[in-house]
């Protein structure tokens, strides 16, 4: 199956204050959400297409029966009305559809929209119209290609595809190879937990009630084409009786509060990279900053300067280090020249060298080590937010998420490098110091297209960090050692 393959029937319109949908006749399927409060990142004049089933990024939400002659994501539906809106004042809008096999079963599915929700409740009312019993499961399940979304940063991987999660399994991604595999490594069977498509910024889930048994599934369906859902089971319905069933389905930004409230584990779907135990209580406080100050560029400025005061000991641990290394350079050279052709001689010398003058050759280094967590952490944080994607800062960066458009941070951000660079002791090793030359540039140049929040957390801790090294190295050379 490809996107062309998805039968087309007609299209009801909806239209609330946060979307822009379209749900097909055919199977009564979400076919188009259009995300009215976040821009796409192609067309800042256009919304986000979350869901979609008319390019070669076809994903859709769809939902069905499972048993012979029963309605499934194939069936025609019928709709007394083709175009809906949630009219000012009005808090609520249903859109049903029905299908029906005659003598079989009648089947009504409504959705619920919300104002000012990203949740939409899918609803599926059965009526047996048979005469024996019946017992029907109900599915729910997304519908959608491999290909991550335009406008995902370059040089970083981002997350799209499936997760899973249950109490007892905690938060699995699953990925497309694996389900292209046939890899079923998370609960297939459980009592609680959800379903989800995850693309950068953004996430759909199903969100079926706790207590409820429910069976998971992934599969490949096609082509490039995969699903991943839920099957809930609805009981025995007696002749001319009915049943139903709903399951939420969230479809909308990866906002961490929001996400936290609807179920457990949601806000674990914000892809914090492998240190979301010290990124997700970073971002909290990022977040609580902005609270204070209005503007995510003040935030992330305020917070670098946190960070950087909390290891301001370590800090000033390396670049006294690197300090008393650089006073002692001149020496290092002499021994350089003098064992020239003796590297073991050298390297003896080296190490009496710094006995005699107290120095430890790994004091430059070692308090970095313990800050790289956090720095890696305050990495995947900018770059996950989803409230940094179109937020100023001021003048001419428009937008956090996006790189700078004039270079202007970059280029501030390679002249810092250069000129820690200038005031840091030159590697003993001749190689070394050669690569080292080209760093900034080889950084340069990959942050040239990162978003314009990251750049510029590095640029106010490389400024920090040079005031920082500027200082205790200006205190040695006035003979304070210690």
């Keep these: 199956m490809a996107a062309s393959d998805l039968t ?110 990203y949740v939409i409740g899918v609803e599926t009312r059965v009526k047996n119209l048979s005469s024996t019993p019946l017992s029907p499961s109900a599915y729910f399940q997304f519908l959608r290609v491999s290909k991550a979304p335009p406008g995902d940063p370059r040089f970083v991987s981002t997350y799209t595809g499936p997760a899973i999660y249950t109490q007892a399994s905690k938060f699995q991604k699953i990925s497309f190879s694996d389900i292209e595999k046939g890899k079923k490594d998370y609960p297939v ?10 693309q950068h910024y953004f996430v759909s889930a199903w969100l079926p009630p706790s207590g409820v048994p429910r069976e998971f599934f992934t599969r490949k369906v096609g082509n490039d084409l995969y699903t991943a859902g839920v099957i809930l089971p609805m009981g025995t319905i007696q002749p001319q009786g009915s049943a139903d069933v709903s399951v939420p389905l969230y479809a909308g930004p990866q906002e961490g509060a929001k996400l936290k409230s609807l179920a457990p584990g949601l806000d674990l779907t914000i892809d914090y990279g492998w240190l979301t135990i010290i990124a997700m209580p970073m971002f909290q406080f990022l977040s609580w900053i902005h609270g204070l100050v209005g503007n995510w560029g003040v935030a992330i400025i305020l917070l670098t300067v946190t960070i950087k005061l909390v290891f301001f000991p370590l800090s000033a641990a390396s670049y006294k ?46 308090p970095m080590v313990v800050q790289i967590p956090v720095f890696i952490s305050l990495y995947w ?21 996006a790189p700078d458009p004039f270079y202007i941070l970059p280029l501030i951000m390679t002249a810092s490098m250069f000129l820690q660079q200038r005031m840091s002791p030159k590697p003993a090793d001749p190689v070394q110091a050669k690569v080292m030359q080209f760093m900034p540039l080889a950084f340069s140049f990959m942050f040239f297209f990162f978003p314009a929040g990251l750049v510029l957390y590095w640029v106010v801790n490389n400024l920090l960090s040079i005031a920082q090294q500027w200082q205790i190295t200006r205190m040695m050379g006035d003979g304070v050692k210690s």
């Design 8 to 117: 087309h029937g007609q299209r009801i319109l909806v239209h609330t204050d946060l979307f822009d949908a379209d749900i097909d006749t055919v199977g009564a399927d979400l076919r188009s959400l259009k995300l009215n409060h976040h821009l796409s990142a192609e067309n800042e004049h256009r919304p986000v297409d979350l869901f979609e089933d008319h390019s070669n990024l076809i994903y859709v939400a769809q939902s069905g029966l499972l048993g012979d002659h029963l309605p499934n994501h194939t069936s025609i539906y019928q709709s007394p009305v083709t175009n809906y809106s949630l009219e000012s004042g009005q808090e609520d809008l249903s859109v049903p559809l029905t299908t029906e096999v005659p003598g079989v079963i009648s089947v009504t599915k409504i959705y619920h929209f919300k104002r000012g929700s």
């Design 189 to 198: 069977n459980a009592n609680d937990g959800w379903i989800a498509m995850l």
């Design 321 to 366: 280090s690197m300090a008393k290394m650089r006073v002692v350079q001149p020496k290092m050279e002499r021994i350089r020249q003098q064992y020239a052709d003796d590297k073991g001689r050298m390297n003896q010398a080296m190490m009496e060298l710094y006995k005699t003058e107290k120095i430890n050759p790994l004091g430059g280094c070692l």
């Design 381 to 401: 944080v900018l770059l996950g937010a989803v409230e940094l994607r179109h937020a100023p800062f001021f003048a001419w960066i428009h937008d956090l998420s």
